[in-house]
């Protein structure tokens, strides 16, 4: 039997989303746009920490935020109530977004006035993680309802992320939600990942989130990444 040629086509595609992001970095970096890429699953209170960190962060920097999902506007009206330019994208059916996809909604959101942008990644805990967007950080949400134990579960997307938020503390006795044993999880899948504890609905929190975000910008303009792990 002949033999069949078999092509990598995944590695081929992951290849040119990372020179695309890459060259989005680059271009970002000339324009002096910081660009957060935030995921979670859904309903883990992406939406409502955007909002408190708009709140918190508007006075110092312009901000503007990209919602993607499937379908529907519902998160970038929710996000434009605030002040900040918002603009909706939809995937089309994808459940993640990459550098070209994030680099047009960057175009949409006409973000040449923008200091920090935000991109709100589809609700998934793997597809999102898999690419690339061109950020210079990313973050994610897990929210206690959501069980400690899923950086055992979905161990990509603890790994590439440089800050694990974990929400929705405020209904931790509710819960078999272990906080020390979370961090440890974090830990195994990214050491040099920080925790930090919040409930976006009451603000809990929210001030080391926004200090840390803050030193991230802070270090990019200053073309010194922040690389030391910020005790929370």
Known sequence: MDEVKVLQVKQSVFAANDRQADQLRAQLKKKGI????LMSSPGSGK???????????????????MEADIDSDVDARAIAVTGAKAIQLHTGGMCHLDAEMTRQGLEGLDADDVELAILENVGNLVCPAEFDTGAVKNAMILSVPEGH??????????????VVLVNKMDVMPYFDFDLDQCRAYVQMRNPNAVVI????????????WIEWLRSQILAWRADDFATEKVEV
């Open 197 to 208: 504890p919040i409930c976006a609905r009451t603000g809990e929190g929210m001030g080391p």
């Open 34 to 37: 910081f660009l957060l890429n």
């Open 47 to 65: 939406t409502t920490t955007l909002k408190r960190t708009i709140e918190m962060l508007g006075g110092e920097f312009r901000i503007g935020v």
């Open 149 to 162: 134990d899923k950086p055992l579960k979905y161990p990509l997307m603890f790994s590439v992320c440089d």
